[in-house]
């Protein structure tokens, strides 16, 4: 019989901290992002400081036969960073450096803290935008962002990664050392082959950003989804936009928001065809601004400083989403529409990719879906799933099966082939490989 946990000698081996339920920080310690999930109740929440941290903790978790999950910054979206059992968590380890064209990121570094730091360098890298997601869980999962379009996924930048296996041994996977574990990490998905724990990244010049908001009212939402549809994917690689459908009670809401590499004058041609196919919009915003205050403006905190991006407000949501292989038909726009106008508090976004993204092979890199046009994410304010599943099903038809790994859904039965598509073979071979005795398990774990 294994003996039941001894936390305190967990510990007693580790440089960072171990949070169990009754001290003082454990509340903290157990919340993710999303508050739908403040209901669950680890064991034990370590607080990692380096690499043998995470080793001793999976030594304990194999040991006492405890579950363990990974968190870096606790953005899973069916709640798949934190689990009855111990929680690694990794957002202590969060030093950003830069040289020779290189970012070594902890993995648990927050997005607006790499944006932040690699700015004082004139560089960055592609990543996503929301300021308080975790550097690790992006990267893992491919990493769709608002200059992927130009600069690729942030896995496609990924150079080499640290992660520490379920044996504990701590492995540097690059194209040349552990090769498929190396694959596996850049659009695989977190939480499945190890606990990563840091990064280094290939970076680009971080210079001046021109961002834009049009908004249309909303008896024009059908011809603006028909026109970016046919505009954004095939956009020269400089121009990232997204499209959004929300209502909010009874107010709708359709516009279209983006960021250019370039300048306003270059940007207004770019825009000009679009505006004169989806109609004139009945509010319009353009500015230059610096890499980070555009990160920022796209991250939703742009008149914070950057220590209060990283304590964004917690929203209780649910979401779903497809990857989009082919423009939506006439019916298809209808149906878009019309789902979004049924009541409630939800929204749906279109992310332009193409551009680097689609000039990089499907089974290049863990992540397959290259030669989709965009990706789509639905949102439901709340935990009520209802309109989540009858749109997303509704959209099915037209979209079919194809879905982004980071925005996990646990609704899906064919996620294996919906996240992974032709890769979902080689990757369980990686597994089988690296963690043979499962000791790394989510409920769509490979």
């Given amino acids: 019989m294994t003996p039941p946990p001894d936390w305190s000698r967990l510990r007693g081996r580790l440089a960072g901290t171990l949070v169990l339920p009754g001290d003082a920080g454990y509340a903290a310690a157990r919340r993710l992002n999303n508050p739908a999930f403040d209901g669950v109740r680890p064991q034990a929440v370590a607080y990692c400081a380096s690499a043998a941290d995470v080793s001793a903790s999976l030594a304990f978790a194999r040991a006492h036969a405890v579950p363990v999950t990974s968190r870096s910054g606790g953005h899973s979206y069916a709640g798949w960073s934190t689990g009855a059992g111990l929680v690694i968590d990794v957002s202590r380890m969060n ?24 700015a004082r360098h004139g560089v960055s890298i592609p990543a996503g935008s929301c300021p308080t997601v975790g550097i690790a869980g992006l990267a893992l999962g491919g990493g769709i962002g608002v200059v992927s379009r130009k600069y690729g996924l942030t896995c496609d930048v990924l150079e080499s990664v640290r992660l520490v296996m379920a044996d504990g041994r701590v492995l540097t996977c690059d194209a040349r050392h552990h090769a498929g574990l190396y694959w596996a990490s850049r659009g695989g998905g977190g939480g499945n082959f190890g606990v990563a724990v840091s990064f280094t990244f290939r970076t680009h010049e971080a210079s001046d950003l021109t961002v834009f ?7 024009r939402a059908g011809a603006v989804v028909k026109a970016w549809q046919a505009w954004a994917p095939s956009a020269p690689d400089e121009l990232w936009s997204s499209l ?20 306003r004058a270059a940007l207004e041609r770019l825009l000009a065809p679009f505006v004169e196919r989806a109609g004139r919009p009945s509010s319009r915003s353009v500015r230059t601004a610096s890499y980070l205050d555009a990160m920022k403006i796209m991250g939703g905190c742009a008149s914070m400083p ?6 964004m407000p917690r929203e209780t949501f649910a979401a779903k989403s497809h990857l989009a292989y082919r423009r939506l038909p006439a019916e298809g726009v209808r149906a878009l529409v019309d789902g979004v106008a049924r ?4 929204s749906v976004l279109l992310d332009a990719m193409g551009g680097a993204i689609g000039r990089v092979a499907p089974s290049a890199t863990a992540f397959p879906h290259r030669a989709a046009l965009f990706s789509v994410q639905y949102y ?21 099966d194809h879905a982004y790994v980071n925005y996990i859904d646990p609704d899906l039965s064919n996620w294996r082939s919906s996240y992974y598509g032709s890769n979902a073979e080689r990757l369980a071979e990686v597994k089988a490989t690296y963690d043979p005795d499962r000791l790394f398990r989510l409920p769509q774990g490979l």
């Fill in 95 to 118: 030093r950003v450096a830069y040289a020779a064209g290189r970012a070594t990121v902890g993995a648990g570094a927050k997005l607006i803290d790499v944006y932040d730091r690699l």
């Fill in 213 to 219: 908001f049009l908004h249309w009212p909303w008896a």
């Fill in 244 to 263: 959004h459908l929300g209502r909010e009670e009874r107010d709708l809401d359709v516009a279209v928001i983006g960021v250019h590499t370039g300048g």
């Fill in 306 to 311: 950057v220590s209060e991006c990283r304590r």
């Fill in 343 to 346: 009541g409630g508090r939800h």
């Fill in 380 to 400: 439901a304010k709340g935990t009520d799933r209802r309109w989540l599943r009858q749109l997303h099903g509704d959209m099915a038809g037209y979209f079919g």
